[in-house]
């Protein structure tokens, strides 16, 4: 029999009802559609691409529900809540330990709670890019405009909690309304148009708590009818969805998988085949599979910590726990190296050669030790964070064994940190190459080419663990049809390598709406491993070279793209004779973090132009155009930007270049080229002045970088071809460090 998880126990409803069919007995549910108006779908790991959603399907963890226009659909969380899902909407439903998340990348959802229901501790948070709120027996209207970064949240009634930008969650009284970070009433108006779902349904005018209770009541009605219609096939028809199909097959059509013997076939389970390490085709996934995290306590809102394992300096008594993060004192635990003072740890059941993501939130005290560390499996990974804000962090890992550790390092120091949604979550690529194997394509054409069909997918291709994918064409290109990848695109890690001798770009999107690391991954991830000291800057910079290309990063030409970061290299030599991003023809990249980040001991050289723009726009939402942390090196032959033909560059809360930790940034060329017809436009916003004017250029110093550190000559190149835009306080570039140097020669 199907179990069903504490969010959707519908077959608690009824205990005459039967189980239901052995086809979708697959996979634990958390919901069942209610009510469905207009047109939605739904994409799940398993399946090549998405489906149509009806009413009555059950909704699984990690399920991502997408609504068209004019649509609506309602969603019965165990005879608790109700969660609407309104038009031009996505949404993915998942379970963590006492609480329900629902995390929303863009559109607008109203959440239903009844209080009666929610036993002591359990919450449904609704998390966007920038914002978390819960209710724990509320009604709550949130809604994301990922065009333009906002949240907006407001709570009807009963008990809402909202924080906005990593900030711990506070209580949102009702008939207030947060707009990110921003508290005021909500309107009369804005009530209404928040809790109005049809004409059909009473205009909401003020908190109620019977309104709500009679929204859940009348939802779970309908759940028991949904659940006598899996069992017999007939019902009668219900409010707002037309009459029944007694036709229609009940239940969600099992997994369909690839039974090529290629290892490597698009949309084929990672392990399925022979020669791959893991589960076998369709099977459900295993504890810390994909949909669910295997973290126990993540968040540690039980107040203590339960599920980890302290252990290291037994003197050391600063860490303590509250309901939302590790700490002492006020904000958090002093974290360093690992074992210095001692850790926390969890050990997780993994499969080996299974890739994962690892997420967590850190806060640290202005002045601490930039040295933070963590580790997967033994193996750390680096993490620059910024002092005094909350900062998420997403790695991809893959494991090694049948159980991984996952530890993070306490020191005792005066300065505090705080630890926050730590998440372990599978990844199932469309490929991946693993330890001992080799992906050789000899044809020039894209290994996977779209066109005219919306795809959906956790992520394309993994190459990790000394496995090595050799193609003669390019790796995708999509036309005309738009992409939906919660993670990255290409993750390549842990020895893995990825080369194509086709000079086209390795990854090319012809038209199409493209959403691209919503879960806080690059588009194209880049990690080395292997490290020497660089005879020229004396710093210690990777030397491996996980990527090998003879045309541009990432091309687009018309499309509208969406993503968190687009490209990230770490501990990694690359070296290109084209353009890491390329855009043109009316493309737009928008991303929500660093659009190119240089993480930790990087080498980079680019022959030309980083990012090169033809009447097409490049936005950040947050952070720099170029970010170079951790002691690593970009050099660049051309211009760093290019813009031709009416072109914008917008940073919107940042600099255009940042530097920090002795990175190193050195242009034989113009800072920005503007060309073509003219009309090209940067524009950049912070507060990071008061600032040094170097080479005509409002220049951030800070943590002992001096004017000495910074040369910079013919910054601007064809200016009457474009102008740059400076927020008041605004500074160009940002320069951290006593040894971070820029050097721009406008040659």
């Known amino acids: 029999m199907r179990r069903w998880t504490w969010m959707a126990a519908v077959a608690t409803l009824s205990a005459s009802l039967l189980p239901p069919p052995a086809a979708a007995q697959t996979s634990d549910a958390v919901g069942v559609v209610t009510t469905l108006d207009g047109r939605a779908t739904v994409a799940r790991p398993a399946q090549p691409g998405p489906l149509t959603l009806k009413f009555k399907d059950d909704v699984f963890g990690r399920d991502r529900i997408s609504t068209q ?17 309104r038009e031009l909407s996505q949404v993915t439903i998942h379970e963590e330990p006492g609480r329900a998340v629902v995390t929303l990348p863009d559109g607008k959802v109203v959440l239903a709670v009844q209080k009666q229901r929610i036993r002591p501790g359990e919450s449904i948070e609704i998390r966007t890019p920038n914002a978390v709120a819960a209710v724990r027996g509320s009604l709550m209207s949130v809604a994301h405009a990922a065009a333009q970064g906002t949240t907006t949240t407001i709570c009807a009634s009963g008990d809402c909690f909202y924080g906005h930008g990593g900030q711990p969650m506070a209580p949102l009284a009702p008939g207030q309304r947060a707009l990110n970070a921003q508290i005021a009433p909500a309107s009369p108006a804005e009530l209404n148009e928040a809790f109005n779902f049809k004409a059909s349904t009473p205009t909401f005018s003020s908190p109620d708590q019977a309104f709500q209770t009679t929204l859940i009541e009348n939802q779970t009605a309908q759940a028991t009818t949904v659940a006598q219609f899996v069992n017999s096939g007939t019902v009668s028809p219900l409010p707002g969805t037309g009459p029944a199909v007694a036709s229609q097959s009940p239940g969600n059509p099992a997994p369909t998988t690839s039974t090529s013997t290629d290892p490597f076939q698009p949309g084929q389970i990672p392990g399925s085949n022979p020669t791959s390490p893991g589960g076998s085709n369709g099977s459900p996934p295993p504890s810390g ?97 910024p002092a005094g804000e909350w900062t998420s962090f997403t790695f991809t890992e893959v494991a090694m064994g049948q159980s991984t550790v996952l530890q993070f390092g306490f020191r005792h120091d005066p300065a505090y940190l705080g630890l926050d949604d730590i998440s372990v979550v599978a990844d199932p690529p469309l490929y991946f190459v693993g330890a001992g194997d080799t992906l050789r394509r000899s044809g020039t054409a894209p290994l996977i080419d779209i066109s005219g069909t919306p795809q959906t997918f956790d992520s394309l291709m993994i190459v990790c663990c000394g496995g090595q994918a050799d193609l003669a064409g390019p790796l995708l290109r999509a036309t005309n049809s738009d992409l939906t ?30 959403r691209f690391g919503s879960a806080g991954l690059p588009m194209l991830d880049i990690a080395g491993v292997g490290t020497a000291a660089d005879t020229e800057t004396g710093l210690t910079l990777g030397t491996d070279r996980p990527l090998r290309i003879s045309g541009s990063l990432f091309d687009g030409s018309q499309a509208t793209v969406t993503a968190h970061q687009a490209v990230r290299v770490d501990t990694a030599l690359l070296e290109a004779s084209a353009p890491l991003l390329a855009l043109t023809n009316g493309s737009k990249l928008t991303t929500t973090a660093d659009a190119v980040q240089l993480s930790y001991q990087a080498k980079v050289t680019s022959l030309g132009s980083m990012v090169k723009l033809d009447r097409s726009s490049l936005v950040v939402a947050s952070g720099a155009a170029l970010s170079l942390g951790g002691a690593s090196v970009l050099r660049v032959t051309g211009d760093l930007f290019s813009l031709t033909n009416g072109s914008t560059l917008s940073v919107l809360n940042g600099p255009l270049v940042s530097l920090s930790g002795g990175s190193i940034l050195n242009v034989n060329g113009a800072l920005i080229g503007f060309g073509g017809t003219g009309g090209n436009l940067v524009s950049v916003a912070n507060s990071f002045c008061p600032c040094t004017t170097i080479g005509g250029i409002p220049v951030s110093l800070t943590g002992g970088a001096v004017a000495g550190n910074v040369s910079i000559a013919g910054a601007i190149k064809n200016g009457g071809l474009g102008a740059v835009n400076l927020a008041p306080n605004a500074a160009l570039i940002r320069v951290d460090g006593t040894g971070t140097k820029v050097t721009i020669n406008g040659l």
């Open 485 to 514: 990848v919660p993670f990255s695109l290409v993750s390549l890690m842990q020895g893995g390598s990825l080369v194509s001798t086709s000079s086209d770009p390795l990854v090319q999107l012809v038209g199409g709406t493209h």
């Open 289 to 385: 599979g994909a949909g669910t995290s295997s973290i126990v306590n993540g968040g540690f809102e039980t107040g203590s910590f339960s599920g980890w394992t302290w252990s290291g300096n037994t003197g050391f008594t600063g860490v303590t726990s509250t309901s939302r993060y590790v700490h002492s004192g006020t904000f958090g635990a002093q974290l360093g190296p690992i074992g210095s003072d001692g850790f926390l740890a969890q050990t997780l059941e993994t499969i080996p050669g299974k890739a994962y993501i690892i997420s967590f939130s850190l806060w640290v005290d202005p002045g601490a030790p930039n040295d933070f560390n963590a580790s997967w499996g033994g193996v750390p990974f680096f993490v620059n964070m």
């Open 69 to 85: 226009e004019n649509s609506l659909v309602r969603v019965l969380l165990g005879g608790k809540a109700i969660l609407t899902v």
